[in-house]
């Protein structure tokens, strides 16, 4: 891992610093050693045109920036590895944890919800018209018992390779 | 109880290896009798109406419709194929 602060995060006006610093502890806890993984990755997350070295269009309001760039917890594969109960519960408390990989954005930890694990009417509606199609095109089969739908169904044994 | 199938839910049985097959039985085995029993730890979950799903294995789920006197089996796969199937369909 790089040790050296990236060119995009030294042109970083003050403003920019202080608002990084809000939303991204790790990221400027130590600034003299930000990593270019890690800012990169952050960078990703963000805007990029916001953070371009060339054009730091920032304003002093935080108010552009709600809803612009996401409040997100933002942690690479190493410390997600060392501090997964509390990311686990942060996210659980509805804080959106990104975690990276090889300096991008990789996986997002996320409530799971009920509704992502049951069907919707859309769904339910579809399979039943679904079911009737299959019927009616006779794609369906009858079995007395289950004993005799998994002896008709058994995977025929690999032969060995020869 | 009779056992109806659907040529998607026996294409993907038959594609089974020989050791997933036999997790996937044991499931099937059990389910006849899961209804009624709540408490059975029989891993079958309502989702919504008469469909249900079963787990059977780590990640791997049989879709089922509840009818009077069958079960008719839907589909099996895991989470991520159900959820394609149900969008295909």
Known sequence: MKTTSSPAFTALTAFEKRWLASRSPILMSAPQVVTSLQYNAYEFICHRAFFRTTTPQLHESEELFSGTIPGMKFRTLSEAKAQLGTLVRLAEKGETVVISRHGRPAVRLAVVREEDFSLTDDEVRRLDAWTKRQRAAGRTHEYRSMDELLQKNRPARKKPST | ???????????????????????????????????????????VRKLRGQIYEVRAG????????????????????????????????
Do not use: Y
Not at chain 2, 61 to 83: A, C, P, Y
């Open chain 2, 1 to 43: 109880m009779k056992v109806e199938t659907t040529e998607a839910f026996d294409r993907a049985l038959r594609a089974l290896s020989l050791a997933d097959f036999d997790v996937v039985a044991s499931a099937l085995r059990k389910l006849p009798n899961a209804f009624g029993r709540p408490h059975a730890h029989s891993g």
């Open chain 2, 58 to 89: 780590l990640d791997r789920r049989i879709m089922f419709r509840k009818e009077r006197d069958r079960l008719l089996l839907l589909f099996l796969g895991n989470h991520d194929q159900i959820r394609r199937f149900l969008k295909n369909i």
